[in-house]
């Protein structure tokens, strides 16, 4: 397997299904090569000479590596993980308090719950099998790239941090961006948004990509009106 993991102690030991056990440093930047034979485990650990479990796991970075499964659950310093290009079709993200940047690039998942990741701040899902995504109440959520999937919901209520926003590739509900004061760059490209429109919105100093999408710009006098569904 190929990983790059930081931990609190600077080191982290794993151990193979042939029950092989390694330590290795600690880096967000220095990719290790592991051999697994199966199923790996890892943990933080003491010291380069001293494999007791010790410290907490900050960065999990564990990208092409055909992963079917990856138990993270209770991992509680974590902040950053990418398991992107890979085979995963479930994921348990509970007990990751502090779960900051999550990158699922090219995997099989058809649904992801994110509820327990209230400090989520960057989403990365492009390239899945989801059909509806529910970001409710993410308030700190700043960017968000579901595009290429199979989406026909996706809900952002209470995303008041979202800046970027993509969701190209997909079959999308309305949306109504005005919603959305902090947004400064978004791409819905070829998505199927019905009469997805924009009440009164400034994207000055940003990006606005809509191409091939019936994007309907809403006069600031009709925008009450389309709030309210009529």
């Not at 990208?63 to 992107?84: F, I, M, R, Y």
């Not at 348990?92 to 502090?98: E, F, G, I, K, S």
Request: net charge neutral; glycine share 10%; proline share 4%.
């Amino acid at each position: 397997y190929l990983c790059s993991i930081a931990t609190t102690t600077g080191y982290f030991a794993t151990q193979n299904a042939a029950g092989i056990t390694g330590i290795h440093r600690g880096h967000p930047d220095k990719t290790h090569k592991i051999p697994a034979y199966g199923q790996l485990n890892f943990w933080s650990c003491a010291g380069a000479a001293d494999a007791t479990p010790a410290g907490q796991i900050t960065i999990l970075i564990c990208p092409g590596n055909h992963l079917t499964t990856l138990s993270v659950p209770g991992l509680a310093a974590l902040k950053e993980l990418d398991c992107s290009f890979n085979d995963l079709v479930s994921l348990n993200l509970t007990r990751l308090p502090a779960l900051e940047t999550l990158v699922l690039t090219k995997n099989r998942l058809a649904t992801l719950d994110v509820r327990a990741l209230s400090r989520l701040k960057t989403l990365c899902c492009y390239g899945n099998l989801l059909t509806a995504l529910d970001l409710t109440g993410r308030d700190r959520l700043q960017t968000l790239d579901c595009s290429m999937n199979q989406l026909v919901s996706l809900k952002l209520g209470g995303c008041k941090s979202l800046r970027t926003l993509y969701a190209y590739g997909n079959q999308i509900s309305p949306l109504h961006l005005s919603d959305f004061t902090a947004l400064r760059d978004f791409d819905f490209g070829s998505s199927h948004c019905g009469d997805a429109r924009v009440g009164s919105m400034s994207v000055a100093g940003g990006n606005l990509a809509c191409h091939d999408g019936p994007l309907v710009f809403v006069p600031p006098n009709e925008a009450h009106a389309l709030a309210e569904g009529t």
